[in-house]
């Protein structure tokens, strides 16, 4: 009997002291929605601020450039095709592809358990345990029902309408297309006024909520903004404040490459960006970043609360982006494919004052599901999943990094199909894009060819590598038991389907 006691007093001692281990520090994490990496800067002011009291990680890619499985990968740490989560899912046919597998742990159930959880913004976190509508949630969650709600109790519309959209093609269940409405770029002054925007109301109920933070419990603030995604109905100063004589724009905006993927054409960003030209965009731009610095004013907004609650200094704060967007380049619009526009997003993590980091800028490869590892670590949080993320606190001690590739991937937005699997390594970013049975390969240096104007992939200097680079995608699709199977020698394939059709074509002209 008394071995028995002495073992339970010694579990119990365990736990309290992995208990008190756990660093329960405020922890704010701040996610744009559709934010191009190369957005920050110039016309970004508090979060440039938050990035020179941070460390930067500058080639960060997303798990997938599209909102609700991009968002599930960052929350839990996992690849798409392991937690489930893999289109947007609006189609009701394959609404269940969007939805986090039941069981799979994510942040915001782990660390409601020791912090004081809150969701402001955007939910595009969905899961088959239906967390955000479960009644015993101890997350408390503030969305954009919650936005138009109140939007309609003062007598206003919420921004955007049907004259902002457009009738797009959508492969639903990889086999058949439906038509769904989505936005296009038009722009046009919220007349409401930003008092009425939801940006604006999601930042007011943030600064509220950090004034009458008291514990006992730390903060964990989730900060969804929506801006800069669609529609552009934007409210002044925002939309005037930029001219077009403000913006060189990017030598592949408005540009359809040769090499590039015909197969864009069946997806919602070249069915719609093709349209425009390259005058069409110097227009566009100033409205997109009217949107980049009306966001930006509200993270500022957010950032003066906490110090002047004197938690700045204490807290973990994450900023970056679910995805990036096109704007054009490529000929393309909003996200949806490989490209640097829309699969590069910022990642800024800012440690309390008292952790010294070994470095404040990154060129190493990172991914978003980097995050939540990254806080299991440094929080030292019990958590006994694993996730297919590398926590970032070794190489932020000074060790060096071994990570020699990420992988990104697209199963479609409404509805399944269109799929699109990506590898990044070292240099050199992979593309397969598919459409039913076709397949079209794409391979850039993106560091000598940061705009991806030169597809490599038919280059026989660049056979060897390409050939690697397909290997460890079909290598990572075995591993996360991917539903895409890929038809055949997919290189050999192509250079049969396309090359041999493109001489042709010239042999004609």
Known sequence: MKKLLLFIVIVLLAVNIGYAQQKEVPVIIIISDQLRYDAIGKYTPNIDQLKADGISFNRTYCASPICVPSRAAFFTGKYPSNNGSLINGWETADEHFREVKSGTPNLYQVMAEHWDSW??????????????????????????????????????????????????????????????????????????????????????????????????????????????????????????????????????????????????????????????????????????????????????????????????????????????????????????????????????????????????????????????????????IQVKDKTDGTSLMSILKGKVQDRKSIFIQYDGNGGYGNNQRCVVDGDYKLIIDTFKDEVFLELYNVIKDPEEKNNLVADPQYESIAKNLIGEIKDHMLKTNDLLKLPGPVYENFLKHYLQKEEKSEESD
């Open 119 to 380: 969701h402001v913004g955007k939910q595009h976190f969905f899961t088959q345990d239906k967390i955000d509508h479960d009644p015993n949630s101890k997350t408390k969650w503030i969305t954009l029902q919650t936005f138009k709600k109140w939007d309609k109790s003062q007598g206003v519309k919420p921004p955007g309408g049907i004259e902002f959209g457009a009738i797009t093609p959508e492969l639903v269940s990889g086999k058949y297309t439906h038509t769904k409405r989505y936005t296009i770029p038009k722009y046009d002054v919220y007349e409401p006024g930003l008092k009425y925007f939801e940006d604006d109301f999601f930042a007011n109920k943030a600064v509220d909520i950090i004034k009458k933070e008291n514990g006992p419990k730390p903060l964990l603030l989730n900060i969804m903004f929506v801006s800069p995604h669609p529609p552009y109905d934007i409210p002044e100063p925002y939309y005037s404040k930029f001219k077009k004589e403000d913006f060189v724009i990017p030598d592949n905006v408005g540009k359809w490459y040769k090499a590039q993927s015909p197969l864009q054409l069946y997806n919602f960003p070249g069915f719609i960006g093709s349209r425009y030209s390259r005058n069409n965009w110097e227009e566009i731009w100033p409205k997109y970043y009217g949107l980049v610095s009306l966001m930006d004013d509200e993270v500022g907004k957010v950032i003066a609360e906490l110090k002047s609650k004197g938690i700045y200094d204490k807290a973990l704060i994450i900023f970056t982006a679910d995805h990036g967007e096109m704007l054009g380049s490529h000929s393309l619009w909003q996200k949806m494919c490989m490209y640097e526009e829309a699969s590069h997003v910022p990642l800024i993590i800012k440690f309390p004052s008292d952790f010294n980091p070994a470095f404040k800028e990154t060129n190493g490869l990172t991914s978003l599901i980097d995050v939540w590892p990254t806080l299991i670590d440094y929080l030292h």
